[in-house]
């Protein structure tokens, strides 16, 4: 079968002016999207994923190059083109206060759908999208999920030729994620569609026909998903000892010179080598003779990784240990029955849980699930409407000033000073702590060794890239060497490299005693908890340590399950209305 | 003790730079209050100069053509056109090409000579009040002259009673004497309000607000440290103007250096604390752009900048107790014009501080309170 292309990019190039200078966000961009298939973009945040969305769908010109939409010059005739593709950016502009079946009138209108034709094509993406039952609902009141899915059938109004979406699944639950998928595909089988689509999850490269893997405005390679993968066969392996925890296990063989990727996936270490044989295991577990290696097959993430990771190394960090006025093990946080409420709406409710000192403990949800709120209520930012929270003995709401310079917070957001430079960041919130002139010398230098930002010192913060300003904000929260460290989706938007090297901070930290405390929506860190609750429009489902949570959904069916598919089983359990998980 | 101020001062140093470091709020700390001081140095005056005028001069002997001269050679006037009949006046008077139209009758000297009263006609543009009536004040006072002279010089006795008016504190009532003090209030209020205002929205907005309650920081303290540039800002643009009016502008500064700044500070204080609120309630820094306005144009209106608050209904005049610059115009006026001291001025400083701490303390509370 022959396919034409829906969507040619030739030699593109796209620039932007922010702050004088010029920034390439396309160079020499080369893509061919083939009609009736699915073809990813994939790449981590800053790639240029977005502008060339942008620039199919005639919203911006490019600098130099062609596009060619389904055989029509974009620059040419834009109209023509946007009356044939449908665009669904990473917000997509729903009105909130318009109810499911008002926005779609209004797309309809906007996009000038005959009336007739109408009724028909409602029930039809009503019944595709699951939200029949909720035509009468404002948008606003609806869950992240059912958002997008209410985003794609306004794009899908008037039958489009081309689709282009733009992150359709980020921070979307995987229940409904995995349902969106299954929209897609079948627009594809079922209506011939074209799909072009870009993702910062890694692992919906394998659900797309075609991959192009992008990188800082450049194509690093286009093919199909296993045309990554195939070249990794022999290098990937899982890795497992009785005897040693699974992330010390993994911070040891990450350091091996022949390993390329050492991540925790499930309940073993998965290992990525530089060439087709086993790692080397006897130098870092000297005389660990239960240790199991065994080959598996590669994913288009380690090919990912292979092809991005250079060749620097990774400074193993160093974190002295905290004050101790708890012993191990002493629950240094406990939620109990803790409820929010903003107006009608609750954000939380009844949530409790306790964590002890030394764990890392992982709030795992999609967006809108509670997690931030809940962050919020715990460093005493917001008053919780009933319940109680308290921090190392103490509700930091009404707590004195004092108790804070125990915990350090990392915001979901960027939220440090932009117009100041890194160091005056740093030197600002060492201050903001309390620490003395020479302690403050001490720790701004120890912050920028540690955190790999010694030339960043005199930057601008706010020009550094994501993966960096995630490191400066984490920085920052250290400075006054907290005995609780609250860390809010500190992986949202960076890349997985970038997500790897926060993971080993973290559980560098958490050798050191330190009591984290993360959320995440990333299902597979959810593995490198030592305990975590899984929340769900403001409730939470279960708790446990990762191996108790999946061994609760073992069956016949699923002998190894996923955190994901814990997830989505947990998830489909609380709508059947069982209740909450035992 | 020492690590509070330690704080205050690293929080103190962060806002200034955050101010400075940002050329947007660069441009806003110096473009528009030179514009305003320019604008308002130069172009907002009571006086009124060259007001176009036209005679209808019926008479033509040397008493009405003495008269005519006397207005034409004010500086008040400016000589538009002469008429010669009663169907050109309204035309001038509705297209505004004079403001005023002097008629003399036929026999404006044969009742001069003959002893009765000769009377002048004059037609004023009545459309703005407030200029009608200086036009007519001007008018007045050259008719005033011109008998005195004519009585003279036919040895007639003088009138028996006369105004002899002696100005005080501002001998040629010179409009600039009286607006170039208020332009000091006027703009610090406007600069620092816009400062203060943004400081705290610029931080909820970028979320890093919630990064500083997370320190160990009370409120009292960014509290002081967010005040510290608004303070400081405004004080330096304050003394600019201060030196411009004084220098520039020439208006006399006759009394105490000390009192003023003192004032100055205690109004800072306020509107600081004002700024703050207004930040704090706000959600964006466009809210709290359109907060510090909402404040700035009635605070503005009811202070006696321009027009006298005695005039104001008293409804109207009770609001006014609330306004800081309505004090500070006081003091600046007192210590320009009329020499005030510390004694003088002192059931102006109290309110001041009362707004301030009032405000300030609520912008404190609201730090915590105001939920998001």
């Given at each position: 079968?022959?396919h034409?292309a829906?969507?040619?990019?030739e030699?593109?190039?796209?620039?932007?002016?922010?702050?004088g200078?010029?920034?390439?966000?396309?160079?020499d961009?080369?893509?061919?999207?083939q009609?009736?298939?699915?073809?990813?973009?994939?790449?981590p945040d800053?790639?240029?994923?977005?502008?060339?969305?942008?620039?199919?769908?005639?919203l911006?010109?490019p600098?130099?190059g062609e596009?060619?939409?389904?055989?029509?010059?974009?620059?040419?005739?834009?109209?023509?083109?946007?009356?044939?593709?449908?665009?669904?950016?990473?917000?997509?502009?729903?009105?909130?206060d318009?109810?499911?079946?008002?926005?779609?009138?209004?797309?309809?209108?906007?996009?000038?759908v005959?009336?007739r034709?109408?009724?028909?094509r409602?029930?039809?993406l009503?019944?595709?999208?699951g939200?029949?039952?909720?035509?009468?609902?404002?948008?606003?009141?609806?869950?992240?999920?059912?958002?997008?899915k209410?985003?794609?059938?306004?794009?899908?109004?008037?039958?489009?030729?081309?689709?282009?979406?733009?992150?359709?699944?980020v921070?979307v639950?995987?229940?409904s994620?995995?349902?969106?998928?299954g929209?897609i595909?079948?627009?594809?089988?079922e209506e011939?569609?074209?799909v072009l689509?870009?993702?910062?999850?890694?692992?919906e490269a394998?659900?797309c026909d075609?991959?192009?893997?992008m990188?800082?405005?450049?194509?690093?390679?286009?093919?199909?998903?296993r045309?990554?993968s195939?070249?990794?066969?022999?290098?990937?392996?899982?890795?497992?000892?009785?005897?040693?925890?699974k992330?010390?296990l993994?911070?040891?063989i990450a350091?091996?010179?022949?390993?390329v990727?050492?991540?925790?996936?499930?309940?073993?270490?998965?290992?990525?080598?530089?060439?087709?044989k086993?790692?080397?295991?006897?130098?870092?577990?000297?005389n660990?003779?239960q240790?199991?290696?065994?080959a598996?097959?590669?994913v288009?993430?380690?090919a990912?990784?292979?092809?991005l990771?250079?060749?620097r190394?990774?400074?193993e960090?160093?974190?002295?240990?905290?004050?101790?006025?708890?012993?191990?093990?002493?629950?240094?946080?406990?939620?109990?029955?803790?409820?929010r409420?903003?107006?009608?709406?609750?954000?939380?409710?009844d949530?409790?849980?306790?964590v002890?000192?030394?764990?890392?403990?992982?709030?795992?949800?999609?967006?809108g699930a509670?997690?931030s709120?809940?962050?919020?209520m715990?460093?005493?930012l917001?008053?919780?409407?009933?319940?109680?929270?308290?921090?190392?003995?103490?509700?930091?709401?009404?707590?004195?000033?004092?108790?804070r310079?125990?915990?350090?917070?990392?915001?979901?957001?960027?939220?440090?000073y932009?117009?100041?430079?890194?160091?005056?960041n740093?030197?600002?919130?060492?201050?903001?702590y309390?620490?003395?002139?020479?302690?403050?010398?001490e720790r701004v230098?120890?912050?920028?060794?540690?955190?790999?930002?010694?030339g960043?010192?005199?930057t601008?913060?706010g020009?550094l890239?994501l993966?960096?300003?995630?490191?400066?904000?984490?920085a920052?929260?250290?400075?006054?060497?907290?005995?609780?460290?609250?860390?809010?989706e500190?992986?949202?938007g960076?890349?997985?490299?970038a997500r790897?090297?926060f993971?080993?901070?973290?559980?560098a930290?958490?050798e050191?005693?330190?009591?984290?405390?993360?959320t995440t929506?990333?299902m597979?860190?959810?593995?490198?908890?030592?305990?975590?609750?899984?929340?769900s429009?403001?409730?939470?489902?279960a708790?446990?340590?990762?191996?108790?949570?999946?061994?609760?959904f073992?069956?016949?069916a699923q002998?190894?399950?996923?955190?994901?598919?814990a997830?989505?089983?947990?998830?489909?359990?609380?709508?059947?209305?069982?209740?909450l998980?035992? | 003790?020492?690590q509070?101020?330690?704080?205050?001062t690293?929080?103190?140093?962060?806002?200034?730079l955050?101010?400075?470091?940002?050329k947007?709020?660069?441009?806003?700390?110096?473009?528009?209050?030179?514009l305003?001081?320019?604008?308002?140095?130069?172009a907002?005056?009571?006086?009124?100069?060259?007001i176009p005028?036209?005679?209808?001069?019926?008479?033509?002997?040397a008493?009405?053509?003495?008269?005519?001269?006397?207005?034409v050679?004010?500086?008040h006037?400016?000589?538009?056109?002469?008429?010669?009949?009663?169907?050109?006046i309204?035309?001038?008077?509705?297209?505004?090409?004079?403001?005023?139209?002097?008629?003399?009758?036929?026999?404006?000297?044969?009742?001069?000579?003959?002893?009765?009263?000769?009377?002048v006609?004059?037609?004023?543009?009545?459309?703005n009040s407030?200029?009608a009536?200086?036009v007519?004040?001007?008018?007045?006072?050259?008719?005033?002259?011109?008998?005195?002279?004519?009585?003279q010089?036919?040895?007639q006795?003088?009138p028996?009673?006369?105004?002899q008016?002696r100005?005080w504190?501002?001998s040629?009532?010179?409009?600039r004497?009286?607006?170039?003090?208020g332009?000091?209030?006027?703009?610090?209020?406007?600069v620092t309000?816009?400062?203060?205002?943004?400081?705290?929205?610029?931080?909820?907005?970028?979320g890093?607000f919630d990064?500083?309650?997370?320190?160990?920081?009370?409120?009292?303290?960014?509290?002081i440290?967010?005040?510290f540039?608004?303070?400081?800002?405004?004080?330096?643009?304050?003394s600019?103007?201060l030196?411009m009016?004084?220098?520039?502008?020439?208006?006399p500064l006759?009394?105490?250096?000390?009192?003023?700044?003192?004032?100055?500070?205690?109004?800072l204080l306020?509107?600081?604390?004002?700024g703050?609120?207004?930040s704090?309630?706000?959600v964006t820094?466009?809210?709290?752009?359109?907060?510090a306005?909402?404040f700035l144009?009635?605070?503005?209106?009811?202070?006696?900048?321009?027009?006298?608050?005695a005039?104001?209904?008293d409804t109207?005049?009770l609001?006014?107790?609330?306004?800081?610059l309505r004090?500070?115009?006081i003091?600046?006026r007192?210590?320009?014009?009329?020499?005030?001291?510390?004694?003088?001025?002192y059931?102006y400083?109290?309110?001041?501080?009362?707004?301030?701490l009032?405000?300030?303390?609520f912008?404190?509370?609201?730090?915590?309170?105001r939920?998001?």
């Amino acid at each position: 079968m022959s396919h034409s292309a829906a969507l040619e990019f030739e030699r593109l190039c796209k620039f932007f002016v922010s702050d004088g200078m010029r920034v390439a966000a396309l160079t020499d961009v080369s893509i061919a999207a083939q009609a009736g298939r699915i073809t990813g973009l994939i790449g981590p945040d800053a790639a240029g994923k977005t502008t060339l969305m942008r620039l199919a769908a005639g919203l911006l010109l490019p600098d130099r190059g062609e596009i060619r939409v389904l055989g029509i010059d974009v620059v040419a005739a834009p109209l023509d083109v946007q009356a044939a593709v449908g665009y669904m950016p990473q917000r997509f502009g729903l009105y909130e206060d318009l109810s499911v079946q008002e926005n779609l009138e209004l797309y309809a209108d906007l996009h000038g759908v005959v009336a007739r034709q109408r009724s028909e094509r409602y029930q039809e993406l009503m019944h595709m999208t699951g939200l029949g039952p909720f035509t009468g609902r404002l948008a606003g009141r609806l869950s992240g999920g059912m958002k997008q899915k209410l985003g794609l059938a306004c794009t899908l109004v008037r039958t489009p030729r081309l689709l282009l979406l733009d992150e359709p699944t980020v921070g979307v639950d995987p229940v409904s994620r995995r349902e969106l998928w299954g929209i897609i595909n079948r627009l594809v089988e079922e209506e011939g569609l074209s799909v072009l689509l870009s993702t910062a999850y890694l692992d919906e490269a394998e659900r797309c026909d075609e991959v192009v893997l992008m990188h800082a405005g450049r194509v690093l390679g286009q093919g199909s998903p296993r045309s990554f993968s195939d070249p990794m066969r022999g290098r990937a392996f899982h890795v497992s000892s009785p005897t040693l925890a699974k992330r010390i296990l993994q911070n040891r063989i990450a350091a091996l010179p022949e390993v390329v990727d050492a991540v925790v996936d499930g309940e073993q270490v998965r290992v990525v080598t530089r060439e087709a044989k086993p790692p080397e295991l006897g130098a870092v577990l000297a005389n660990d003779s239960q240790v199991r290696i065994q080959a598996v097959a590669p994913v288009f993430e380690d090919a990912f990784v292979a092809a991005l990771k250079t060749g620097r190394s990774f400074v193993e960090p160093e974190f002295s240990q905290p004050d101790r006025s708890t012993k191990s093990g002493d629950v240094v946080i406990e939620v109990s029955g803790v409820q929010r409420r903003f107006g009608e709406f609750y954000a939380v409710k009844d949530v409790s849980f306790s964590v002890r000192r030394g764990e890392v403990f992982g709030l795992l949800g999609a967006n809108g699930a509670g997690k931030s709120t809940t962050f919020r209520m715990l460093c005493g930012l917001l008053p919780a409407t009933a319940g109680e929270l308290y921090v190392a003995g103490r509700d930091l709401r009404r707590a004195p000033a004092q108790a804070r310079s125990r915990l350090g917070y990392m915001a979901q957001r960027f939220s440090l000073y932009v117009n100041l430079t890194v160091r005056e960041n740093l030197r600002f919130f060492a201050s903001a702590y309390g620490l003395d002139r020479r302690r403050r010398r001490e720790r701004v230098d120890w912050a920028l060794t540690t955190f790999e930002l010694e030339g960043y010192g005199n930057t601008r913060s706010g020009e550094l890239s994501l993966g960096y300003k995630q490191r400066l904000a984490m920085a920052a929260a250290l400075m006054h060497e907290p005995e609780i460290l609250f860390l809010d989706e500190p992986t949202s938007g960076v890349d997985p490299l970038a997500r790897r090297e926060f993971w080993r901070r973290i559980v560098a930290l958490a050798e050191a005693g330190v009591t984290v405390l993360v959320t995440t929506h990333f299902m597979d860190e959810a593995n490198y908890c030592d305990r975590l609750a899984i929340m769900s429009a403001g409730a939470l489902l279960a708790e446990g340590s990762p191996a108790e949570l999946k061994a609760r959904f073992r069956s016949a069916a699923q002998p190894s399950p996923t955190m994901e598919d814990a997830f989505i089983q947990l998830i489909e359990r609380q709508e059947r209305g069982d209740g909450l998980a035992a | 003790m020492r690590q509070s101020w330690q704080r205050i001062t690293a929080l103190a140093v962060k806002e200034l730079l955050a101010v400075l470091k940002d050329k947007r709020s660069r441009i806003v700390l110096v473009v528009p209050p030179l514009l305003q001081l320019i604008v308002f140095g130069y172009a907002a005056t009571f006086d009124l100069n060259d007001i176009p005028v036209a005679i209808y001069n019926q008479d033509r002997s040397a008493p009405s053509r003495d008269l005519v001269a006397r207005i034409v050679g004010s500086p008040h006037f400016h000589l538009s056109a002469y008429i010669d009949h009663d169907g050109q006046i309204a035309p001038l008077i509705d297209t505004k090409e004079v403001l005023v139209v002097v008629h003399l009758g036929p026999r404006f000297t044969a009742d001069l000579s003959a002893g009765r009263p000769a009377p002048v006609q004059v037609i004023i543009d009545g459309r703005n009040s407030n200029t009608a009536l200086l036009v007519q004040g001007y008018l007045r006072e050259i008719v005033r002259d011109i008998n005195l002279s004519w009585a003279q010089r036919k040895g007639q006795p003088p009138p028996l009673a006369s105004l002899q008016v002696r100005p005080w504190f501002n001998s040629n009532l010179a409009s600039r004497w009286f607006i170039v003090p208020g332009i000091v209030g006027l703009l610090t209020l406007v600069v620092t309000t816009i400062v203060t205002a943004l400081s705290v929205a610029r931080e909820r907005e970028a979320g890093t607000f919630d990064q500083l309650l997370v320190t160990p920081m009370r409120p009292i303290e960014i509290l002081i440290g967010k005040s510290f540039p608004g303070v400081a800002i405004g004080a330096i643009e304050g003394s600019f103007i201060l030196v411009m009016a004084t220098y520039w502008f020439e208006v006399p500064l006759r009394g105490s250096v000390g009192a003023l700044y003192l004032g100055l500070f205690l109004f800072l204080l306020s509107a600081v604390g004002i700024g703050l609120t207004i930040s704090s309630l706000a959600v964006t820094q466009q809210q709290a752009m359109l907060g510090a306005f909402l404040f700035l144009v009635p605070a503005v209106i009811l202070s006696g900048f321009a027009t006298p608050i005695a005039n104001m209904p008293d409804t109207v005049q009770l609001l006014t107790y609330v306004n800081p610059l309505r004090y500070f115009l006081i003091i600046l006026r007192g210590v320009f014009l009329e020499g005030s001291s510390y004694s003088d001025l002192y059931e102006y400083y109290w309110p001041m501080a009362l707004v301030g701490l009032t405000t300030l303390s609520f912008a404190g509370w609201l730090f915590r309170h105001r939920l998001s």
